[in-house]
């Protein structure tokens, strides 16, 4: 059974840091995300990774201040994420998808497989 298990998430006070985890299990994955949906709002793109780690990409909102991450021996993706804002508080889900042996531009929006979620909080 494929399952991606995000931890990590809780209250932190505005400035402060966070770090997600998702662990993948059942299969390996070549782009892995995150995305988060705040209260009231659509889901929204944070970041992806690639395969290798090389490419990585991220929403205007996070730049410079979150960092993808990914061991592929542990099959775990990570999301550090420092300077925090209010802004950010919102449900953190992990995304992944499988295209080994076609072409996977880190760009593409659409994955197949999401975790359950992980809460954030920014307190002001």
């Known amino acids: 059974q494929v399952q991606l298990v995000e931890s990590g998430g809780g209250l932190v006070q505005a400035g402060g840091s966070l770090r997600l985890s998702c662990g993948a299990f059942?299969?390996?994955?070549?782009?892995m995300g995150w995305f988060r949906q705040a209260p009231g709002k659509e889901r929204e793109f944070v970041a992806a990774i690639s395969w290798r780690g090389s490419s990585t990409s991220y929403a205007d909102s996070v730049k410079g201040r979150f960092t993808i991450s990914r061991d592929n021996a542990k099959n775990t993706e990570y999301l550090q994420m420092n300077s925090l804002k209010p802004d950010d508080t919102g449900v953190y889900y992990c995304?992944?998808?499988?295209?080994?042996?076609?072409?996977?531009?880190?760009?593409?929006?659409?994955?197949?497989?999401w975790g359950q979620g992980t809460q954030v909080t920014v307190s002001a």
């Open positions: 059942g299969r390996t994955f070549t782009t």
């Open positions: 995304a992944a998808r499988n295209r080994f042996g076609r072409s996977d531009s880190i760009d593409d929006p659409e994955y197949n497989y």
